[in-house]
C-alpha cells in the first residue's frame, strides 16, 4: 500500500493565515488538477495558462513589471517541481502576494478561477473545509486496506507498524503462550503447576484475539487521523464493524458501515458505497442553517439582502452564511458608510462582495457553506444567519 497526493484539511487557521494583513495585491489561482496518467500533464498546461491570466490582470491593477515578476517568481518556480505535479489531488489552489506564498492541494475539484485583489480569494476552499474528505477502513479477519476518500476519488494510505491480518496479529501471541506453558509461574498452584493459556478455538477466545487485532488496527488508524477528525466508515460484515465499534478510540468513527465481506469490492466500489453513508453527515449542517433561516427570518435574525450581509459580516454578526456555488458579485462595499457598488464586469478595484462576505464571517468565528442555487433558501446572492 502507498501514500500518494497526500494533503492536509483546510482548516480556520488556514483560513486566518490566508487573510493575515499583508501587502496587497494579493493573486489566487485555482484549478482542477488529475491525480495521475497521461492527463496528468494537462495540469502543468493549465497551470501556465492561468499564470499568464494572473500577470495580465496585475498588470491591469496598475502593477509594474519588475513588481509582478516578485510577486509570481515562486508561483512560477512550482513549474519546474517535477514530483509536484506527478503528485496532485483533484483541485489546486495557489496564493501568492509580496512576501507570501502557499499553496494547498484540495481534494475537490476546482473551477479554474484568476482573482487579483486586496485580499486572497477562499471561497473555492469551502468545500475542502466542509465536506471535502473522509477515510473508508475496510477490515476482514485475513487483511485490511485504509483509504482517504472524498465524494470523487479515492486513494490508499499505509499504515505502517501494524499486523496485517488476524494471524499476523496473533503470531507473536502464540510465541508468548508457548513460552508460558513451558515455565511455572507464582501463580501456579500447589505442587509446581503451570499456568496453561490459550487452549481450545472457543468463540470467547477468538472473540479476544480480533479485539487484540482490531486495537492494533484501531492505534495504526488514530495515529494516522490523530489532528484530522474526519469521518471513518468500516467495511466489514456486521459483527466485525460491531466489534470494531466497541475498540476504536477514533470519535468519528460512523454509526453505519458497508456491511458484508470488503475482500472482493474494488477501491471505487467502496467509494460508491460509502456515499449514502456521508453524504448526509456533510449535508447536515446545511440543512440546519437553512431550516434556522426559515424559523428566525421573520424576526429580523436573518437575511438575503447583500448591503445588510456584508454589514453583519463585518460586525461578526453572522453565525452561518449559505453562498452559491460558483457565482460572484463584483463590486465594492465601504464600511465607512455602508455603500455597496456592484458591476457586471469587475473594473481593477473590485472585489468579489460574496468572498468579502465568506472571509468576514469566517475571520470572526461564523461557519459558511457552499449551496447550489437550488439550496438557498431566498434568491439573493447571500442568505445569513445571525448571533443576534
Same mark, same amino acid.
Given at each position: 500500500?502507498?501514500?500518494?497526493?497526500?494533503?492536509?484539511?483546510?482548516?480556520?487557521?488556514?483560513?486566518?493565515?490566508?487573510?493575515?494583513?499583508?501587502?496587497?495585491?494579493?493573486?489566487?489561482?485555482?484549478?482542477?488538477?488529475?491525480?495521475?496518467?497521461?492527463?496528468?500533464?494537462?495540469?502543468?498546461?493549465?497551470?501556465?495558462?492561468?499564470?499568464?491570466?494572473?500577470?495580465?490582470?496585475?498588470?491591469?491593477?496598475?502593477?509594474?513589471?519588475?513588481?509582478?515578476?516578485?510577486?509570481?517568481?515562486?508561483?512560477?518556480?512550482?513549474?519546474?517541481?517535477?514530483?509536484?505535479?506527478?503528485?496532485?489531488?483533484?483541485? *489546486?489552489?495557489?496564493?501568492?502576494?509580496?512576501?507570501?506564498?502557499?499553496?494547498?492541494?484540495?481534494?475537490?475539484?476546482?473551477?479554474?478561477?484568476?482573482?487579483?485583489?486586496?485580499?486572497?480569494?477562499?471561497?473555492?476552499?469551502?468545500?475542502?473545509?466542509?465536506?471535502?474528505? +473522509?477515510?473508508?477502513?475496510?477490515?476482514?479477519?485475513?487483511?485490511?486496506?485504509?483509504?482517504?476518500?472524498?465524494?470523487?476519488?479515492?486513494?490508499?494510505?499505509?499504515?505502517?507498524?501494524?499486523?496485517?491480518?488476524?494471524?499476523?496479529?496473533?503470531?507473536?501471541?502464540?510465541?508468548?503462550?508457548?513460552?508460558?506453558?513451558?515455565?511455572?509461574?507464582? %501463580?501456579?498452584?500447589?505442587?509446581?503447576?503451570?499456568?496453561?493459556?490459550?487452549?481450545?478455538?472457543?468463540?470467547?477466545?477468538?472473540?479476544?484475539?480480533?479485539? %487484540?487485532?482490531?486495537?492494533?488496527?484501531?492505534?495504526?488508524?488514530?495515529?494516522?487521523?490523530?489532528?484530522?477528525?474526519?469521518?471513518?466508515?468500516?467495511?466489514?460484515?456486521?459483527?466485525?464493524?460491531?466489534?470494531?465499534?466497541?475498540?476504536?478510540?477514533? %470519535?468519528?468513527?460512523?454509526?453505519?458501515?458497508?456491511?458484508?465481506?470488503?475482500?472482493?469490492?474494488?477501491?471505487?466500489?467502496?467509494?460508491?458505497?460509502?456515499?449514502?453513508?456521508?453524504?448526509?453527515?456533510?449535508?447536515?449542517?446545511?440543512?440546519?442553517?437553512?431550516?434556522?433561516?426559515?424559523?428566525?427570518?421573520?424576526?429580523?435574525?436573518?437575511?438575503?439582502? *447583500?448591503?445588510?450581509?456584508?454589514?453583519?459580516?463585518?460586525?461578526?454578526?453572522?453565525?452561518?452564511?449559505?453562498?452559491?456555488?460558483?457565482?460572484?458579485?463584483?463590486?465594492?462595499?465601504?464600511?465607512?458608510?455602508?455603500?455597496?457598488?456592484?458591476?457586471?464586469?469587475?473594473?481593477?478595484?473590485?472585489?468579489?462582495?460574496?468572498?468579502?462576505?465568506?472571509?468576514?464571517?469566517?475571520?470572526?468565528?461564523?461557519?459558511?457553506? *457552499?449551496?447550489?442555487?437550488?439550496?438557498?433558501?431566498?434568491?439573493?446572492?447571500?442568505?445569513?444567519? +445571525? %448571533?443576534?
Amino acid at each position: 500500500m502507498a501514500q500518494t497526493s497526500a494533503f492536509d484539511p483546510v482548516t480556520q487557521d488556514d483560513i486566518r493565515d490566508l487573510l493575515a494583513t499583508r501587502s496587497a495585491p494579493a493573486v489566487s489561482i485555482y484549478q482542477p488538477a488529475h491525480r495521475a496518467g497521461p492527463e496528468a500533464m494537462q495540469n502543468i498546461l493549465r497551470y501556465k495558462n492561468l499564470l499568464s491570466d494572473a500577470e495580465a490582470k496585475l498588470a491591469k491593477h496598475g502593477v509594474s513589471n519588475s513588481d509582478k515578476g516578485g510577486i509570481l517568481k515562486p508561483a512560477r518556480a512550482l513549474l519546474d517541481r517535477t514530483e509536484f505535479w506527478r503528485h496532485q489531488l483533484d483541485g *489546486l489552489a495557489v496564493f501568492a502576494a509580496p512576501e507570501f506564498f502557499r499553496v494547498l492541494k484540495l481534494p475537490h475539484e476546482a473551477e479554474e478561477l484568476v482573482v487579483v485583489g486586496d485580499s486572497p480569494h477562499v471561497t473555492p476552499l469551502l468545500p475542502a473545509m466542509t465536506q471535502g474528505h +473522509f477515510y473508508i477502513l475496510a477490515v476482514s479477519m485475513e487483511t485490511f486496506r485504509f483509504f482517504r476518500s472524498t465524494r470523487h476519488s479515492i486513494e490508499e494510505l499505509d499504515l505502517s507498524d501494524v499486523p496485517k491480518s488476524l494471524a499476523e496479529a496473533t503470531r507473536y501471541d502464540d510465541y508468548q503462550k508457548k513460552n508460558l506453558q513451558r515455565h511455572p509461574t507464582s %501463580r501456579a498452584g500447589v505442587g509446581g503447576r503451570t499456568m496453561q493459556h490459550g487452549h481450545g478455538p472457543g468463540d470467547e477466545d477468538l472473540k479476544d484475539e480480533i479485539r %487484540r487485532y482490531f486495537q492494533a488496527v484501531d492505534a495504526g488508524v488514530c495515529r494516522l487521523l490523530s489532528v484530522d477528525g474526519a469521518p471513518l466508515v468500516v467495511a466489514a460484515v456486521d459483527y466485525l464493524i460491531t466489534m470494531y465499534r466497541h475498540v476504536t478510540d477514533y %470519535r468519528n468513527m460512523v454509526a453505519k458501515g458497508i456491511e458484508g465481506s470488503p475482500d472482493q469490492l474494488t477501491p471505487r466500489q467502496l467509494l460508491e458505497r460509502s456515499r449514502p453513508i456521508v453524504d448526509p453527515i456533510f449535508r447536515e449542517p446545511v440543512h440546519r442553517a437553512r431550516d434556522k433561516y426559515g424559523h428566525v427570518e421573520a424576526s429580523g435574525l436573518a437575511s438575503c439582502d *447583500l448591503p445588510a450581509v456584508l454589514r453583519g459580516a463585518h460586525a461578526g454578526r453572522i453565525e452561518s452564511l449559505l453562498v452559491p456555488r460558483g457565482e460572484r458579485r463584483w463590486g465594492v462595499y465601504r464600511a465607512d458608510d455602508d455603500r455597496v457598488e456592484t458591476h457586471d464586469e469587475p473594473a481593477p478595484t473590485d472585489g468579489d462582495l460574496l468572498d468579502l462576505a465568506t472571509r468576514q464571517t469566517l475571520l470572526h468565528g461564523g461557519s459558511v457553506y *457552499l449551496v447550489e442555487r437550488a439550496e438557498m433558501p431566498c434568491a439573493g446572492s447571500l442568505a445569513a444567519v +445571525f %448571533r443576534y
